[in-house]
């Protein structure tokens, strides 16, 4: 049986995924709607996925159903709560989630725990830690379908993926969904540079506040979009737009029973991902070389680096001032902070200790009292460890204040 007609078997036209998800799942979109909203809410990361992106990734679950679902990148958990509640419906789907932050156990799971079945988890793992740390050779059995969802960016996770992942998926019907990248045909995307510098990196974005780039109908900030296209274009598969399939391929009649079905907040909206799959072309394929496992855990810094400096830059604070030209810095391991400070910071017990346990420094303190506000809230757990992650960096940074 030719891996295309696998395809075909599970999803009609599987070229059209993106549109036949959502006309052959809109009474299971509008059935878990309340779902969706209670979770997204409870989550509070609207941000990260919008509930359009909660209903349309559910029903292509629905559509799809894979055997296995790999998520890199999980944060607060937006995508995992949609991953949980479409496994909980396909019965045998096996959710593996993979993130460097401990958000989803310190503030997901208390925030949502009593909004749903305690069958919700069952079919979920959650694994934390760096996955490029990860062989993924055990994770998928031969026959097994499997759809990888990207949300966690940046050049060195394109590389993992393309050259140590994506050989483990070929031979099996698979599905790689890349969250963060428009279709620059539908957005409206303005053509006028503004006063914005050309995009030149994802870092930079960050950092300077670049513009999107647009590169054939994608626009986005995420590196990997250009590994990507390189990777398709050296396999004869195409990089798909979920946006043209929604767009383009749901005839008007269908388009007009669908507006009555789902609210506007769900359908028309554009969903804002690309997918593609080596089981459109015959081989052979061709992957970058692998490369080496990471063997050690990310620095502190790096931690900061990839999942907090986005975050904090964003709200142009003073934090945000300092760390911003200290990427290249921050990717590299720095010296760890003077053994006794950072014991001092590693015990502290609350958020204030640590700004207790810091030297006295008016950068310091403005510095901590910055994050603390910025990262916000509630005290969470996990604000604390954002806290000794920052202090440990600042003291790196301010040896000598
Ligand atoms: C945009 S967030 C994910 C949002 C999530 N999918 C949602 O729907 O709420 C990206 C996450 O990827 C994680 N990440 C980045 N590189 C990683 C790596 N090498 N290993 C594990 N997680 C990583 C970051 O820590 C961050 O939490």
């Given at each position: ?25 809109a009474s299971e979109i509008a059935e878990a709607m309340p779902m969706f909203t209670t979770l997204s809410m409870a989550v509070g990361r609207p941000g990260d996925l919008s ?351």
């Amino acid at each position: 049986m030719s891996k295309s007609r696998c395809l075909d078997e599970v999803t009609g036209h599987w070229r059209d995924i993106a549109a036949s998800c959502l006309t052959a799942n809109a009474s299971e979109i509008a059935e878990a709607m309340p779902m969706f909203t209670t979770l997204s809410m409870a989550v509070g990361r609207p941000g990260d996925l919008s509930i359009a992106q909660w209903a349309h990734l559910y029903a292509l679950i629905l559509q799809y159903r894979p055997d296995v679902i790999v998520e890199l990148g999980r944060g607060y958990g937006n995508s995992t709560c949609v991953f949980a509640l479409a496994a909980q419906k396909l019965i045998n789907t096996r959710v593996l989630s993979f993130c460097l932050s401990d958000d989803w156990e310190q503030r997901t799971v208390p925030a949502i725990k009593d909004l749903v079945d305690d069958c919700f988890f069952e079919n979920l793992q959650i694994n934390n830690g760096d996955f490029t740390t990860v062989s993924f050779n055990e994770l998928v059995k031969p026959g097994q379908r499997v759809l990888l969802f990207w949300d966690a960016h940046g050049y060195q996770v394109a590389e993992f993926v393309l050259s140590n992942v994506m050989p483990v998926f070929a031979d099996n019907e698979h599905l790689i969904v890349m969250h963060d990248i428009t279709d620059n045909r539908y957005c409206g995307m303005s053509k006028s540079y503004g006063d914005k510098p050309f995009w030149s990196s994802m870092d930079e974005y960050y950092r300077r506040g670049t513009n999107f780039y647009n590169i054939s109908w994608l626009t986005g900030v995420v590196d990997q979009a250009i590994p990507v296209l390189d990777f398709c274009f050296r396999n004869d598969i195409t990089l798909h737009s979920a946006d043209k399939d929604v767009q383009e391929q749901i005839d008007p009649v269908t388009r007009a029973k669908l507006a009555e079905q789902l609210p506007p907040e769900i359908f028309p909206q554009l969903y804002h991902w690309a997918y593609f799959t080596l089981n459109e072309a015959t081989g052979p394929y061709h992957f970058p070389p692998s490369v080496q496992l990471a063997t050690v855990e990310p620095t502190e810094v790096q931690v900061l680096a990839i999942h907090e400096q986005p975050a904090i830059s964003s709200k142009r604070s003073s934090t945000a001032t300092l760390l911003e030209g200290n990427s290249a810095q921050t990717n590299q391991t720095m010296p760890a902070a003077s053994a006794i400070w950072s014991q001092k910071i590693s015990e502290a017990p609350s958020v204030s200790s640590v700004q207790e346990a810091l030297p006295a420094s008016d950068t310091i303190s403005a510095v901590t009292r910055d994050l603390n506000r910025d990262c916000n809230s509630s005290g969470s757990p996990s604000l604390l460890t954002r806290m000794r992650i920052a202090a440990k960096f600042l003291l790196n940074r301010y040896p000598e204040q």
